[in-house]
T-cell receptor, first 115, second 113 residues
């Protein structure tokens, strides 16, 4: 069975700093997708970024980028120039190609941006 | 605003009772997913519907059931409620289901006393 591990329960950084959240996953599949979702205090789940496993190029969305290491089964999220509004729970999620599109979730990392 | 609506926002009930949570997907989305999030934990996939038919089941208890109606809205029924069922229940929708982005509703907070 696939598992997703986020080893950092909580992190805090100063505003404007860069922070990296780690995620590792376990699968024997070759084709899959990986996602980072953000859950602010409002509890709304918001997609931050996603990566197709067959793509070697790391995905980027403005200040958010990933470091996808397929062989190491690692999918870290880097937030540059962090802002107070980035304070949230961040969840890493995995979806395999033939899973009927179920998302398997990590336990989350609580990120606090300090002013 | 994701375009996915869920009602009610909050629900407080007693053990042994039955409740129904409702979800309206984004316009044009055919897939609906239900997730359970217990306090400070990740999400657990419960069930998925695609265009009215059940497509996938996750960790859904037998006391729970769901359906998707012809207008594509979905309902999650929780019966014989226990204290441990207290959680945030999310509905998400996607266009087809084939790796499309899942858009999440605001969730229903269920408290079982």
């Amino acid at each position: 069975a696939q598992t997703v591990t986020q080893s950092q329960p909580e992190m805090s950084v100063q505003e404007a700093e860069t922070v990296t959240l780690s995620c590792t996953y376990d699968t024997s599949e070759n084709n899959y997708y990986l996602f980072w979702y953000k859950q602010p205090p409002s509890r709304q789940m918001i997609l931050v970024i996603r990566q197709e496993a067959y793509k070697q190029q790391n995905a980027t969305e403005n200040r958010f980028s990933v470091n996808f290491q397929k062989a190491a089964k690692s999918f870290s999220l880097k937030i540059s120039d962090s802002q107070l509004g980035d304070t949230a729970m961040y969840f890493c999620a995995f979806m395999k190609q033939d899973s009927n599109y179920q998302l398997i979730w990590g336990a989350g990392t609580k990120l606090i941006i300090k002013p | 605003d994701s375009g996915v609506t869920q009602t009610p926002k909050h629900l407080i009930t007693a053990t042994g009772q039955r409740v129904t949570l409702r979800c309206s997907p984004r316009s044009g989305d055919l897939s609906v997913y239900w997730y359970q999030q217990s306090l400070d934990q990740g999400l657990q996939f419960l069930i998925q519907y695609y265009n009215g038919e059940e497509r996938a089941k996750g960790n859904i208890l037998e006391r729970f059931s769901a359906q998707q109606f012809p207008d594509l809205h979905s309902e999650l029924n929780l019966s014989s409620l226990e204290l441990g069922d207290s959680a945030l229940y999310f509905c998400a929708s996607s266009r087809q289901g084939a790796f499309d982005e899942q858009f999440f509703g605001p969730g229903t907070r269920l408290t079982v006393l």
